[in-house]
Structures are given as C-alpha cells and as structure tokens.
C-alpha cells in the first residue's frame, strides 16, 4: 500500500508558485465535459460573456462548481488542468495539460446522475475541446483531475463591454489578464462631478454595475484583480458611447 502511495505521489505534476495567496500545490478534484454538439462560443453561461473568443477566452472554459465558482468571484480566472492518469490510466492522456478560463457555473445536481457539481464537491465541467485535450473521449464522461490556479495570458488589452439603459450602467470586464478574476471596480467620468473614483458593484458573473449617470461622458476604470494587482484605464471609454458597444484598452495586466 505504501509502495502504490509512493508511485501515485511520484506521477504527481510538481508544483509551482500559485496566486491570489494559494501555495500552487496541485488540488484534487473532477471534470466532465459539455457541449459536444454545441458551438463553445455560443454558450454565454453565468458570467455573461457572450462570445468565449470575441471576450479573448477561446475555447479552452468551463463551468466550475459552487465550491470554485464562489458566487462570480471566479469569473475570468485560469486553471491549470492535468488528468490524474495515476488514478485511471485508462482515460487519461498521461502528462497531458490545458489551461482553461472561468466563464460558467455548473449548478448543483448537474454533472451526472451523482451531483458532480454538489457541495462541496470541486468539478470543472469543461468545454470538449478542452477535455479532449487532457483525456481520451469514451464512456467514461468523468475523469479524475488534478488543478491549480495560474496567470492568465491573454492577448491585446482588456476589454470593456457597455451594458444597461438610461442612468443604470452595467459593465462587462473581459479578456483580462493577471490573475483573471476582478474582485473590485471604480468608474469615473468627465464632468465636474464625476471626476472622483466611484465604487462599482458586482452585479452578476462578470457584469458590474453604477447607479450613477454617466451619459455622454468619457469614462475611466481601475480595477483590482484577486492578486491583489491594481490598473487604471484612463478614458478607455469616449463620451460618444452607447449601451452595446465595446472598448479595448492598451493596457493588461502581465
């Protein structure tokens, strides 16, 4: 018994740095897959994005637990996923990983006829693409994992979505780098009364939310990630803007 701990142990991926306070040891848990006859970019999911590869996420997402996707906080964040081929060699693809982004909620007595996304279960149920790359597709539909939150690396600057109508302003935060998961928002506008760094609220996924009119003003963001990394986006946004429309910044978090 000692001897089968052993070899388990050494088949183990070895562990790096992690973030947001983690220490980047390798957490046990368990994946499915979804969508085999869908398009993954046209599942919009709990966090709000639309288009997986127009938000800068590609193919490679899924849907965490309750236990992982705490409420929206992870929305946008990455993992790093291994198939833990020591546990079923059969299934997994031995030394295998995909990096994959938060973009859904998989909700409980989802995941299989025993409730995978259950308290206080850890499941990803990942986008086929994704699975395909860590374990071979058969009946199985469930493998063992092992994971790890990493760096998101994404390409071009972060993207600022405009949501709402009238004076209620709803902001989607995509294509976001660093950690990946924004745990706090400010806003300011152009007038001699919006100039101060307001709070914004989270008001579902990756949707943050002001009560505040801000038509017909420039506007300007500083968002905080889960690593703790602060960036001000200074007038991303021109005064000209309309619910619908979004903004590239030239800044990203590295």
Known sequence: MLLISLLIFMAMPRSSEGINGESGQWIHAYATYYGANQDPTSLVGAC???DTLRAGFGLN?????GALFQMGQACGACYEITCHAAADP?????????????????????????????????????SLPSFARIARLGNEGIVPILYRRVGCKRSGGVRFTLRGQGNFNLVLFSNV????????????????????????QRNWGAN??????YRRQTLSFRLLLGDGRTLEFAGVV?????????????????
Do not use: E
Not at 177 to 193: C, E, L, N, Q
């Open 208 to 213: 943050w939310q002001t009560a505040a009119d």
């Open 177 to 200: 780098g660093g950690s990946g998961d924004v745990r706090a928002a400010w806003i300011k506008g152009s007038t001699t009364t919006t100039t101060t760094w307001s709070p914004m």
């Open 90 to 126: 059969l299934w997994c693809l031995h030394g295998a990983t995909v990096t994959v982004t938060a973009t859904n909620f998989c909700p409980p007595n989802n995941g299989g006829g025993d409730g995978w996304c259950n308290p206080p279960r850890r499941h990803f149920d990942m």
């Open 61 to 65: 997402t899924a849907a965490l637990s």
């Open 48 to 50: 709000g994005y639309d």
């Open 238 to 254: 021109p005064a000209t803007w309309a619910p619908g429309q979004s903004f590239v910044a030239k800044a990203q978090f590295s």
